[in-house]
């Protein structure tokens, strides 16, 4: 019997045709290096060329790298040698537990911040398609090798601390493997999530039922482990002297968790597609009609970057409150600050954290960037009570909630209620509507409220009665703060009733 063989001939091309596929693969990522090095020096306006660029990224990455480590090892080996000389085995566990968070944060970032549109939500996606280079190599070179770098660094630093901790015993074997655990199950996590949002339509964050879900059960697995973890830790080396009872099931959850993760990874960069994502972000532009003048101004705060701010945000917090609620074997906290000093403190966090989201949600939505549609719509036969009473809902039921993270957050942690922290988000949301209606900033191009320095002093002078709480007793600050809130909000809604029935419609003009 023969075995047919073939020519030759056959051979050697198919060995140049291969030879010809990778020499093509790798021009194709040359060119997107090249782009993303302009990118940045664009940007940066930096007088280098592009193998200037090139030299100066790589011997500025290894002198960074040298640096950090000395730093950091220097400042374990004092710890180690200093004040923690004789507590090694707690210092090894809270460093994995710091560790656990670290990976969990990483995660956390690729799905929430702006990493998430790295591919499709790149602004040169078009370009690159018109250039036929595979969208392969564009995740590659956009998403896989920062990814890559983060997890690097996190892999690196923990590196750098368990060997400078390091020492002979089952305990730090223990802790060494948990580490790299975790680490392996965050890397395959970072890796999916960085597939995932290249092959699927670019869509910014939301409020979405599903992120709040994730957020919360993220914290509430989190808090378990933390409350796990945390009472091992008051009795030095317990975790470490008896692994067994916890690594074997943390290696099968890292094993099926990283499996389940690699095989979606696979079926991802299967699904890579310019068309995929061009045709639903089509699809994805068009939004449905909002069915009240409300829900119409939410919807598009919540599609714009500003939006996205927020909703991060808000997520952050949500994760904050299930870290909480599954820890709570351990809490409440006891604070080493008394209890007019620890409402002073929480107020001011309070007043700090809802200017966070205050101030984004006024360049959207606020009077001067959505003035016109308001009287638009009051000339369409809205009632101007009802849009003013709206609006100033809206607004303050976004200062307000942050303020009722910060309420809940402290009851949870503490065992202390400070209602102060709502009407602080109350004060500041209302503070920036009448401080706006006052100083009137003009607009910018693309319809948001422009910088304004007398709008950002109007705003900080309006919040600062808030600093009353500074120099009474807690129960008065409340009442006061209290009577404050409900003085600004009557205000606010006044001025914007003023300017929506004054101002001259632009089809008037």
């Avoid at 305990?171 to 948990?178: D, E, I, L, N, T």
């Avoid at 059960?217 to 378990?224: K, N, R, V």
């Avoid at 942050?402 to 922290?421: C, N, R």
């Amino acid at each position: 019997m023969r075995t047919a063989t073939p020519p030759a001939g056959f051979a050697v091309r198919a060995s140049s045709a291969g030879v010809a596929s990778s020499g093509l693969r790798r021009s194709d990522y040359r060119v997107l290096r090249d782009f993303r090095a302009f990118e940045v020096v664009n940007a940066m306006r930096l007088p280098l060329t592009l193998d200037g660029f090139r030299a100066l990224a790589v011997f500025g990455s290894i002198a960074l790298v040298l640096l950090g480590t000395a730093v950091f090892a220097t400042m374990m080996s004092v710890l180690r040698d200093g004040p923690l000389r004789h507590d090694t085995a707690a210092v090894l566990n809270w460093g994995f537990l710091a560790i656990l968070y670290s990976a969990v944060v990483a995660v956390l970032t690729e799905v929430v911040s702006s990493r998430r549109l790295a591919v499709s939500g790149s602004p040169h996606l078009e370009l690159f398609r018109a250039m036929e280079l595979p969208l392969s190599q564009v995740v590659v070179r956009y998403g896989l090798i920062p990814a890559l770098r983060r997890t690097g660094i996190l892999w690196y630093s923990a590196a750098v601390f368990l060997v400078v901790f390091f020492e002979e015993s089952s305990g730090y074997a223990g802790v060494v493997a948990a580490s790299a655990s975790v680490l392996v199950l965050a890397s395959c996590a970072c890796a999916y999530c960085v597939l995932h949002f290249a092959s699927t339509p670019a869509q910014r964050i939301g409020l979405h039922w599903r992120y709040v879900l994730f957020a919360l059960i993220l914290g509430l697995l989190l808090g378990a482990v933390t409350g796990f973890l945390l009472p091992q830790f008051s009795r030095l080396g317990s975790l470490a002297e008896d692994p067994a009872r916890f690594l074997p099931v943390l290696y099968s959850l890292v094993a099926i968790g990283s499996g389940v993760l690699i095989f979606l990874s696979i079926r991802a960069w299967r699904r890579l597609s310019y068309f995929r994502i061009s045709f639903g972000r089509e699809r994805a532009g068009s939004r449905p009609r909002a069915a009240t003048f409300g829900r119409f101004v939410v919807t598009d705060l919540l599609s714009s970057k500003q939006g996205s701010v927020i909703a991060t945000i808000v997520l952050a917090w949500i994760a904050v409150v299930g870290i909480l609620l599954g820890a709570r074997g351990i809490l409440p906290l006891q604070s080493a600050l008394g209890p007019g000093e620890l409402d002073k403190t929480l107020i001011g966090a309070a007043v700090l954290l809802s200017l966070g989201v205050t101030e984004p949600m006024l360049y959207r939505i606020g009077p001067t960037a959505k003035l016109h549609h308001y009287r638009f719509a009051w000339e369409n036969g809205c009632s101007a009570a009802g849009i003013v009473v709206r609006l100033v809902g809206i607004y303050v039921t976004a200062g307000a909630a942050i303020g009722g993270f910060v309420f809940l957050g402290t009851l949870l942690a503490l065992g202390i209620a400070v209602p102060g922290a709502v009407l602080a988000g109350a004060i500041v949301a209302a503070s920036g509507v009448v401080a706006e209606s006052l100083s009137r900033p003009p607009a910018t191009t693309d319809g948001t409220k422009s910088n304004d320095v007398m709008d950002g002093l109007l705003t900080l002078l309006l919040i600062s009665p808030c600093s009353l709480v500074l120099v009474v007793s807690p129960q008065f600050s409340t009442v006061l703060l209290l009577g404050y809130s409900i003085l600004l909000i009557l205000g606010a809604a006044s001025c914007l009733n003023q300017r929506l029935l004054r101002l001259r419609s632009k089809s008037m003009l």
